[in-house]
């Protein structure tokens, strides 16, 4: 890999990455499987931030990485970092990313008739994912002894599974794609049944559906208050918010109304610690 930054003269900063992988060996592919092929991949990132000095501060990056056998990923990120006050700093932005994964592990399945794969099947699909979020941040500190920190992030993830194949042979990147270049498979209420040889005399199995669509959302405070030299008191808040579907389904609007509603795990955290010693 590569990388380069330039800094102009108006004090904008602009940096770029350049990487190439080759296709190499991978024993982890499989999760404790036969050794296969990880693609090799070329990838390109790219950023602008502006003046650092400057009490808003903006922030663009982006990226891209194209991998062989048809897959990818792209990315981008919008930031903006906002300085009132000299104790105050409070910043936003989204990210959204696109991720085509020609082989994703989903399940192993035992099997003494897969004597290619050593007596297991070992299951992939082709998973096609999109992604939002938006994280939030806001640092108070008004005084050296006290500090608040906020953060915020609403995260929007669905994942459409393609084509569901298995492994054909040991050190290589072959694939045999159910109900396509053999055997078959049907979905039946959330699950994915599948028989890796038709009317052959393997035995058939059943798999969860991988689709998915997560709505979520993570917050948390935590203030500080260091009320004599040495000893502090820490408040702590999170809550969790989660809501998952059995669909692909990528809806941008629909996610957003949710994500605020979906059932909530509050916590709160009380923590002090104290200072045993003699006063100077």
């Given amino acids: 890999q590569a990388s380069g930054t330039v800094q102009l003269r108006n004090f904008w900063t602009s940096n770029v990455l350049l990487s190439h992988a080759k296709k190499v060996w991978d024993d982890k592919l ?57 104790a105050l700093t409070v910043s936003s932005g989204p990210s959204f990313k696109r991720n085509v994964a020609s082989a994703q592990y989903l399940a192993t399945v035992a099997d003494p008739l897969a004597t290619a794969t050593f007596g297991n099947r070992y299951v992939f699909g082709e998973l096609d994912q999109t992604e939002f979020s938006m994280v939030t941040r806001l640092n108070l500190a008004t005084s050296p002894r006290t ?26 990147y072959d694939w045999i794609r159910y109900g396509e270049d053999g055997g078959t498979i049907l979905s ?54 989660r809501e998952t579907l059995p669909t692909g389904e990528f809806d941008f609007g629909d996610g957003v109304s949710r994500v605020f509603t979906a059932p909530a795990d509050d916590v ?9 010693g003699t006063k100077r």
Avoid at 229 to 234: A, V
Avoid at 268 to 276: A, E, G, N, P, R
Wanted: no cysteine; hydrophobic share 40%; glycine share 8%.
């Fill in 268 to 276: 709160l955290l009380v923590k002090i610690s104290y200072w045993f």
């Fill in 30 to 86: 499989t999760r404790g499987g036969p050794t296969v092929i990880r693609p090799g991949n070329r990838g390109v990132n790219w950023g602008l931030v502006t003046d650092r000095r400057r009490k808003m501060v903006v922030s663009l990056g982006t990226a891209y990485t194209a991998r062989d056998y048809d897959a990818w990923s792209a990315s981008g990120d919008l930031q903006f970092a906002w300085r009132p006050l000299p």
């Fill in 188 to 241: 039946s209420g959330g699950r994915l049944l599948i028989d890796p040889d038709a009317s052959g005399p393997a035995n058939s199995f059943s798999i969860a559906r991988p689709d998915f669509s997560v709505r979520s959302l993570r917050a948390n405070a935590v203030f500080r208050w260091e009320f004599r030299p040495g000893s502090s008191l820490f408040v702590a808040w999170t809550q969790t918010r």
């Fill in 147 to 172: 500090s608040l920190q906020v953060y915020l992030q609403p995260l929007l993830s669905a994942g459409d599974y393609g084509a569901i194949k298995e492994v054909a042979a040991r050190n290589t």
